[in-house]
């Protein structure tokens, strides 16, 4: 299989940038002009925005050439796999890929528990607003350490992040942006990661080129611009997760033949969907889904997915090989996803293997 998630030049290592500025261990190479940067400028603020859902060739469909975050962009880098919140995201804040920290997709099998977990949730899939206690007692497992906590803990530098959720919520983007700034003229080195949920939530109801969206990722761009401008002894990256594609919708049970050799729901993402088949059925089951969705999805097995790294090279965790079940069906040329009982059904996705999804922009002002 062709791994197109470059694991040498990915949002993991963008993270080990972050983590060897701040005098912390990696698992994985730094990306080495970003090393540069800021081993040169030596800045007192790193501040890193992550736009949920802005791919680069979108934000080159939205923007014009001349706009401040296309006129910043050094260039696209891929995200890991699957190009989804859950994984990329935690790459982000750990330095790790998902094969190492485990959050391998927005509903993952936790073979201790037997139950498949809306991971973000704390909940079984479909069951949004029960949380499954069984999780809770293994969810350790999965890597909770970030490099926020390193810094805090190990260095004697301080680290932030800031979430639209959570104890410590920011309200609204003018919030978030403006504790940024009361953070940067604040004395000592210190790292600022901030997460949006924009413009991907809004891409899953309109789709990535909706006017809607269109006007959020242009307002991104504008108010980053201003707050760019009041900003000193700062390094500023904005990256995204993912990016995102319009959708048609397969529904697994117009296809008894294949849900019939299903051992247990199928997991991970929509657009990168992974099936644990009944004993006997794994030869029936490839031949009888490449029959019907061959053209749409590549199917891989257990075997290819380990031996090619597609989650990335490092320790494994032990969640991973269960989770990843026997197979896993990647949307690489088509818009087509996988629904099965508990998923949502949603205008656009991500985690295929499209240019929309894979390519992320690095978006670097130097304002040192």
């Given at each position: 299989?062709?791994?197109k998630?470059?694991?040498n030049?990915?949002l993991?290592n963008?993270?080990c940038?972050?983590?060897?500025y701040?005098?912390?261990?990696?698992?994985?190479?730094s990306?080495e002009?970003?090393?540069?940067?800021l081993?040169?400028?030596q800045?007192?603020?790193?501040v890193?925005?992550?736009f949920?859902?802005?791919?680069?060739?979108?934000?080159d469909r939205?923007?014009?050439?001349n706009?401040?975050?296309?006129?910043?962009?050094?260039?696209e880098?891929?995200?890991?796999?699957p190009?989804?919140t859950?994984?990329?995201?935690?790459?982000i804040?750990?330095?790790l890929?998902?094969?190492?920290?485990?959050?391998?997709?927005?509903?993952?099998y936790?073979?201790?528990?037997d139950?498949?977990i809306?991971?973000?949730l704390?909940?079984e899939?479909?069951?949004?607003?029960?949380?499954?206690?069984?999780?809770?007692?293994v969810?350790?497992?999965?890597?909770?350490k970030?490099i926020?906590?390193?810094?805090?803990e190990n260095?004697?530098?301080?680290?932030?992040e800031?979430?639209?959720?959570?104890?410590n919520k920011?309200?609204?983007?003018?919030?978030?942006?403006e504790i940024?700034k009361t953070e940067?003229d604040?004395?000592?080195?210190?790292?600022?990661?901030?997460y949006?949920?924009?413009?991907?939530?809004?891409?899953h109801d309109?789709?990535?080129?909706?006017?809607?969206?269109k006007?959020?990722?242009?307002?991104?761009?504008?108010?980053?611009e201003?707050?760019?401008?009041k900003?000193?002894?700062?390094?500023?990256?904005?990256?995204a997760?993912?990016g995102?594609?319009?959708v048609?919708?397969?529904?697994l049970?117009d296809?008894?033949?294949?849900?019939?050799?299903?051992?247990r729901?199928?997991?991970?993402?929509?657009?990168?969907?992974?099936?644990?088949?009944?004993?006997?059925?794994?030869?029936q089951f490839a031949?009888?889904?490449?029959?019907?969705?061959?053209?749409?999805?590549?199917?891989?097995?257990?075997l290819e997915?380990?031996?090619n790294?597609l989650?990335g090279?490092?320790?494994?965790?032990?969640?991973?090989?269960?989770?990843i079940?026997?197979f896993?069906?990647i949307?690489?040329?088509?818009?087509?996803?996988?629904?099965?009982?508990?998923?949502?059904?949603?205008?656009?996705q991500?985690?295929g293997?499209?240019?929309d999804?894979?390519?992320?922009?690095?978006?670097i002002?130097?304002?040192?």
């Open positions: 299989m062709l791994v998630n470059n694991y030049e990915c993991t963008l993270a940038s972050i983590q060897k701040f005098g912390l261990s990696t698992k994985h190479n990306i002009y970003i090393d540069k940067l081993s040169e400028k800045p007192k603020n790193v890193l925005m992550l949920d859902g802005m791919g680069s060739q979108i934000l939205t923007l014009d050439e706009s401040f975050f296309r006129k910043n962009k050094i260039k880098i891929t995200t890991v796999f190009a989804t859950t994984a990329a995201t935690t790459s804040r750990t330095g890929n998902p094969i190492e920290h485990g959050w391998l997709g927005w509903n993952m936790i073979a201790p528990i139950e498949t809306t991971l973000f704390n909940s899939k479909g069951k949004q607003e029960v949380i499954s206690n069984n999780f809770l007692k969810k350790e497992k999965l890597v909770q970030t926020i906590d390193e810094i805090n260095t004697k530098y301080k680290a932030i800031l979430f639209p959720f959570g104890e920011y309200n609204n983007l003018d919030e978030m942006l940024i940067c604040k004395e000592g080195k210190k790292y600022i990661y901030a949006d949920t924009e413009p991907d939530h809004s891409m309109f789709g990535p080129d909706d006017t809607k969206v006007e959020l990722i242009q307002i991104r761009n504008d108010k980053v201003q707050l760019c401008k900003l000193n002894d700062t390094i500023i990256i904005i990256i997760d993912h995102h594609k319009e048609e919708h397969i529904y049970k296809y008894p033949k294949i849900t019939e050799m299903l051992e729901t199928t997991s991970l993402e929509q657009r990168a969907v992974s099936f644990k088949i009944k004993k006997d059925y794994k030869e031949q009888e889904f490449n029959e019907n969705f061959g053209k749409e999805f590549k199917l891989y097995s257990k997915i380990i031996e790294h989650f090279d490092g320790q494994e965790n032990e969640l991973f090989r269960e989770a079940g026997d896993i069906a949307a690489e040329n088509s818009n087509k996803c996988i629904i099965t009982e508990g998923d949502e059904v949603l205008r656009s991500h985690a293997y499209s240019d999804e894979i390519y992320v922009p690095l978006i002002i130097d304002k040192c």
